[in-house]
C-alpha cells in the first residue's frame, strides 16, 4: 500500500505550485517536540543539548531535552514549568510546586529541587555549567540563593532591594540599593564584598563580569564614568572628562564610547594596563564590539558623508569595509548590514570583505546568530502586509534561503545547531512545533524520498493529505494569510472593529454574533457587542493593507464569514478589491431578494478579476451601506482567517 501511495503522491507533487515547507536540496527537516505545541518561554540551546517547555496531551506543561539524538521530558507532573536554561550537559528551569515557583536541576543523570520550597524564586535566574543562582523572595524581599553543584546557600541577608543578577564560573554580581544608592557587589560563593564606591549610583546598563573581575558605569560629577575591579581593587578608567557608554568586556580587556559633544566620539581600548584612544575623535561612532585583543565598531564622518567599519587588531585600527549598523564580531570574523550602496549584509573572514546577500530598500535585516563560521538571519519585508520574514543561513561559503515566506516560522527565536538550524514552525493544525533543519556534511546528500511533503522522511497518509489540500484549491500558491489571532491594524470605519465578538445580536432579524473566531478569539466584526445601527449612512469599511501579488494570476480570495444582514434593497453588504487603492471593484454583494442569516461560519472563497492578477499593492475590504430607514437591525458582519490565494506565472 505505501509503495503504490508514496508513487501517487510523488506524481501528484509535481503539479504543485510550491511543495510544503520548501527547503534547499539536501537540507532535512526533524521534528524535535512531542506535545500539543510549545510555549513560548523561549528556547536554550548548549552544546548538543536543546531545552524548551511544550504543551502535552494531559494539559499540563513540560521541560523538554533534545540531546543531539532523542527527545526526553525532564520535568514530571502537571505542574506549570517555565524559563529554561541548557549549560555545559546540565538543565535548569522553574516549577510551580504548592503555589511558589522552584527551583529544578538536572546534572546530566538525574533531577532535583535546588531551591528551599518555602519562598518564590524569580524567573530572571543564571545558570553557569554546574551552578546556579537567583532571586528568592525571602520575607518580602529579593536575596541572592547560590547553587554551587553540590548545595545551596543564601549569600544575602539585608533588606535591601536587587536586581541585575550574573553568574559565571562561581563569581556572582548584583545590583544593590543601599541607603538611596545603587551600588555593586560581588560574591565568589563564600564571601560578598561591595566594589564600587559607595559615593554615586551605578547603572545596570554596561555590569559586566568575567573571571571575577568586574566592569560598571557609575554617575560622577553628572557624568557616567567606566570603573573596573580586577579582583583586588576598584579604579576608574575613563577621565572624567566625557560621558561613558556601549561599555565591552572580554578578558580583562574593556572597549567603550565617550561623548566629546556634537555627534562626535572617541573609542578607548583598556588593555588591562593602560588605556588606548582608537578613533580620531572626529566621527560618530557606533556599534562597538570587543573579542579577545581586537575591537570593531562604526564610523560616520559628517562632514564628508562616508561610512566605514574600523577594526583594531591590537596594535592598530584600519577600515575594513563600508560602515553600516548592527556589527557582529567573533573568532576573528564580522557581519554588518550596510547603511549605503550596495545595501545588503556584508561578511568580513579576516582578509577581504564581501557582499554575501544583496538587498533593496524594503528589505530589512536581522541578524540573529554569528559565531564566526556561520550566520543566521531573517530578511523582513516592509512593502507587503502582512509584512514577512524569510531565513537565510550563511555556512561561511554559502548562503541558503531556508523555506518559503509564508512557512510560519518563529525568526525571533531560530538559532544555530550543530550544522544546521533550530526552527519553531507551525504545523498544519496552525500549532508551535519544534524542528531541526539539517544540512547534510558527510556522505551522499540526503534528498527526502519522491513524495514527501511534510518533511518527515516518510511518505504515508499525511503526505496525501497536503495533495489533496492542494488539488481542492487548484494547485495554489498562498500568496498571504491573516488569521486575526493578532491585530494586523487594518482601517476602520463605521462600527468596524477589531477584537472578540460577545455572541450578541439579532434582536429584530437574523441570527447573533458568534462568541468567537473561526479560529481562535478575535474577529473584525461590525459592532461586535451586538447588532449595527439603523441609521442611514456609509459605505463604512474595514480596508487591508497592500499585499503583493506580482507573478501571481488567477487569484482566489477565502476567508470565514459570520453574517447576518437584511437585503441589499435595505442594507448593501460588499467585498472589493483595488490595484492602486482609488478605484475599486466588488467582488461580491449581498441579494436583493432575501436577507442573510448565518448560524454558524461559513467558508467563503471568491475567484478575483484580472485587475488581481500580478497587481503589485492589492488591497481587500468588506463594507456595509444602509440604504433605507425601513431596514431591520441584523448582527452584521463578522470575517475571520483571510486568505489569499494565486498560480505562480
Request: one cysteine or more.
Amino acid at each position: 500500500m505505501y509503495r503504490s501511495l508514496g508513487l501517487l503522491v510523488s506524481l501528484a507533487a509535481g503539479c504543485l505550485c510550491s511543495a510544503a515547507y520548501a527547503l534547499p536540496e539536501g537540507w532535512m527537516r526533524k521534528r524535535l517536540s512531542t506535545g500539543v505545541e510549545i510555549v513560548s518561554y523561549g528556547t536554550s540551546v548548549a552544546g548538543k543539548n536543546i531545552a524548551w517547555v511544550q504543551l502535552d496531551t494531559d494539559g499540563s506543561t513540560a521541560v523538554m531535552l533534545y540531546d543531539g539524538q532523542t527527545t526526553r521530558r525532564m520535568s514530571e507532573g502537571q505542574r506549570a514549568c517555565r524559563q529554561p536554561q541548557a549549560a555545559a550537559g546540565n538543565v535548569a528551569w522553574q516549577e510551580y510546586i504548592s503555589g511558589k515557583w522552584q527551583m529544578m536541576f538536572f546534572d546530566g543523570q538525574s533531577t532535583r529541587q535546588i531551591s528551599s520550597g518555602q519562598d518564590d524564586a524569580d524567573s530572571s535566574f543564571q545558570l553557569s555549567g554546574g551552578q546556579a543562582a537567583w532571586f528568592e523572595s525571602i520575607g518580602g524581599r529579593y536575596q541572592v540563593v547560590f547553587f554551587d553543584g553540590q548545595a545551596t546557600r543564601q549569600i544575602t541577608t539585608s533588606e535591601n532591594g536587587r536586581g541585575w543578577l550574573q553568574l559565571q564560573e562561581g563569581y556572582i554580581v548584583w545590583r544593590e540599593n543601599v541607603s538611596g544608592k545603587y551600588e555593586i557587589f560581588l560574591s565568589d560563593g563564600q564571601a560578598t564584598r561591595q566594589v564600587s564606591s559607595g559615593q554615586n549610583n551605578c547603572e545596570s546598563d554596561g555590569l559586566q563580569l568575567s573571571d571575577g573581575r568586574v566592569v560598571w558605569r557609575e554617575y560622577i560629577n553628572n557624568k557616567y564614568q567606566v570603573m573596573f575591579f580586577d579582583g583586588q581593587s576598584t579604579r576608574q578608567l575613563s577621565s572624567g572628562a566625557n560621558g561613558c557608554e556601549y561599555v565591552q568586556f572580554a578578558d580583562g580587556k574593556v572597549l567603550w564610547r565617550e561623548d566629546l559633544g556634537g555627534n562626535r566620539h572617541q573609542v578607548m581600548f583598556f588593555d588591562g594596563q593602560s588605556n588606548r584612544q582608537l578613533s580620531d575623535g572626529l566621527t560618530f561612532c557606533s556599534g562597538l564590539v570587543l573579542s579577545a585583543d581586537s575591537a570593531m565598531w562604526n564610523e560616520y564622518d559628517a562632514e564628508t558623508r562616508v561610512r566605514r567599519t574600523m577594526f583594531f587588531d591590537g596594535q592598530s585600527a584600519r577600515a575594513i569595509g563600508p560602515g553600516g549598523s548592527e556589527l557582529w564580531f567573533a573568532d576573528g570574523k564580522a557581519l554588518w548590514t550596510n547603511y549605503d550602496s550596495p545595501k545588503g549584509l556584508t561578511f568580513w573572514d579576516g582578509m577581504e570583505t564581501r557582499l554575501i546577500f544583496p538587498a533593496d530598500s524594503n528589505s530589512n535585516i536581522q541578524v540573529r546568530q554569528f559565531d564566526g563560521l556561520r550566520a543566521l538571519w531573517a530578511l523582513y519585508r516592509n512593502d507587503t502586509f502582512p509584512p514577512f520574514f524569510v531565513t537565510y543561513y550563511f555556512d561561511g561559503v554559502d548562503t541558503w534561503r531556508l523555506g518559503q515566506y509564508d512557512d510560519f516560522v518563529d525568526t525571533f527565536q531560530i538559532a544555530l545547531y550543530q550544522n544546521g538550524v533550530i526552527w519553531p514552525q507551525l504545523d498544519e493544525d496552525y500549532r508551535w512545533q519544534l524542528y531541526f533543519v539539517e544540512r547534510a556534511t558527510q556522505g551522499p546528500v540526503i534528498v527526502p524520498p519522491p513524495g514527501d511533503l511534510t518533511g518527515d522522511n516518510v511518505v504515508d497518509m499525511a503526505d496525501l493529505s497536503v495533495i489533496t489540500q492542494h488539488w481542492l484549491s487548484r494547485g495554489s500558491t498562498r500568496v498571504a494569510q491573516v488569521t486575526l489571532d493578532f491585530d494586523p491594524g487594518w482601517s476602520v470605519t463605521g462600527q468596524w472593529a477589531y477584537g472578540p465578538p460577545a455572541g450578541r445580536g439579532g434582536a429584530e432579524g437574523g441570527n447573533p454574533d458568534p462568541d468567537k473566531g473561526y479560529t481562535g478569539t478575535k474577529v473584525y466584526g461590525v459592532n461586535l457587542l451586538g447588532d449595527y445601527a439603523r441609521t442611514l449612512g456609509g459605505p463604512w469599511y474595514v480596508t487591508s493593507q497592500p499585499f503583493d501579488c506580482q507573478a501571481v494570476r488567477d487569484m482566489r480570495l477565502s476567508f470565514a464569514r459570520w453574517l447576518n444582514c437584511d437585503s441589499s434593497e435595505y442594507i448593501r453588504c460588499t467585498v472589493q478589491i483595488s490595484c492602486d487603492g482609488n478605484t475599486w471593484k466588488t467582488v461580491w454583494e449581498n441579494p436583493a431578494e432575501e436577507a442573510i442569516c448565518d448560524s454558524g461560519w461559513q467558508p467563503t472563497s471568491i475567484g478575483l478579476p484580472s485587475l488581481a492578477d500580478n497587481c503589485p499593492a492589492l488591497q481587500l475590504r468588506w463594507g456595509y451601506e444602509v440604504l433605507s430607514p425601513r431596514v431591520l437591525a441584523y448582527s452584521g458582519w463578522n470575517v475571520d482567517d483571510i486568505e489569499l490565494v494565486g498560480c505562480a506565472e
